[in-house]
């Protein structure tokens, strides 16, 4: 067993032009020149670091995102996984919960509220505890960076804190924001880092976010 230390990062800026806005579900549309330049600035960023895979979601904004960072990491192999797709992570009864996250939750058919959530324990599943590798060797951690969505993000770090099922719910995360978790081969795992968006220039900042966020 190694320590594995897993890189989340929300898909780079969605390219809606021309889009209306379509409540929870959105077009398949792709990235902007805006999400291109943050997945290019993200991949700077990774550069020199050994990474032991690339794994996306299939929708096109996240395969795009893993495509342009991937770029910068030659030789590391990148995988599409349903895992890391765009799911309802947890069937959260809305009893007791603020009126917005409540509504928010009934938007959801009861397909989704049955489908996401073991899609998303299949995910915790495979990406996180410590890395089973086949050689005894004590050297660098594993890394793997999954490119993904604001919903399995937020229940990776809930479920690493071992915190209350419906905290998922009010996590934001910036486009190309950058979390790490650390899962030792003892221990509760570390969270390392949250939203990081260290490689951003500050016009690059805050998209993917509530629009009265200010940067």
Same mark, same amino acid.
């Given at each position: 067993?190694?320590?594995?230390?897993?890189?989340?990062?929300?898909?780079?800026?969605?390219?809606? @032009?021309?889009?209306?806005? !379509?409540?929870? @579900?959105?077009?398949? @549309?792709?990235?902007? #020149?805006?999400?291109?330049?943050?997945?290019?600035?993200?991949?700077?960023?990774?550069?020199?670091?050994?990474?032991?895979?690339?794994?996306?979601?299939?929708?096109?904004?996240? =395969?795009? @995102?893993?495509?342009?960072?991937?770029?910068?990491?030659?030789?590391?192999?990148?995988?599409?996984?349903?895992?890391?797709?765009?799911?309802?992570?947890?069937?959260?009864?809305?009893?007791?919960?603020?009126?917005?996250?409540? #509504?928010?939750?009934?938007?959801?058919? =009861?397909?989704?509220?049955?489908?996401?959530?073991?899609? !998303?324990?299949?995910?915790?599943?495979?990406?996180?505890?410590?890395?089973?590798?086949?050689?005894? =060797?004590?050297? #660098?951690?594993?890394? #793997?960076?999954?490119?993904?969505?604001?919903?399995?993000?937020?229940?990776?770090?809930?479920?690493?804190?071992?915190?209350?099922?419906?905290?998922?719910?009010?996590?934001?995360?910036?486009?190309?924001?950058?979390?790490?978790?650390?899962?030792?081969? =003892?221990?509760?795992?570390?969270?390392?880092?949250?939203?990081?968006?260290?490689?951003?220039?500050?016009?690059?900042?805050? !998209?993917?976010?509530?629009?009265?966020?200010?940067?």
């Amino acid at each position: 067993m190694r320590t594995r230390l897993l890189y989340l990062t929300r898909h780079g800026e969605q390219d809606l @032009t021309g889009h209306a806005d !379509t409540g929870s @579900t959105e077009p398949d @549309t792709g990235l902007s #020149e805006r999400g291109r330049r943050q997945a290019a600035l993200l991949g700077e960023r990774l550069r020199g670091r050994s990474f032991a895979a690339v794994h996306h979601g299939p929708l096109r904004r996240a =395969a795009q @995102t893993a495509e342009v960072v991937a770029a910068a990491l030659p030789g590391v192999p990148v995988y599409a996984t349903e895992l890391a797709g765009d799911h309802l992570p947890h069937d959260t009864d809305p009893a007791g919960l603020p009126s917005a996250y409540a #509504e928010f939750l009934t938007g959801f058919s =009861a397909a989704e509220r049955a489908d996401g959530p073991r899609v !998303t324990a299949e995910a915790v599943r495979h990406f996180t505890g410590p890395a089973e590798v086949d050689d005894a =060797a004590v050297g #660098e951690p594993v890394r #793997e960076l999954v490119v993904t969505h604001t919903f399995l993000i937020a229940w990776l770090v809930r479920h690493a804190l071992d915190a209350p099922e419906r905290r998922w719910l009010g996590s934001n995360h910036h486009n190309t924001g950058l979390t790490v978790i650390r899962y030792g081969p =003892a221990g509760p795992p570390n969270l390392i880092a949250v939203n990081d968006v260290a490689h951003l220039p500050v016009e690059l900042r805050g !998209t993917g976010l509530p629009p009265d966020y200010l940067v």
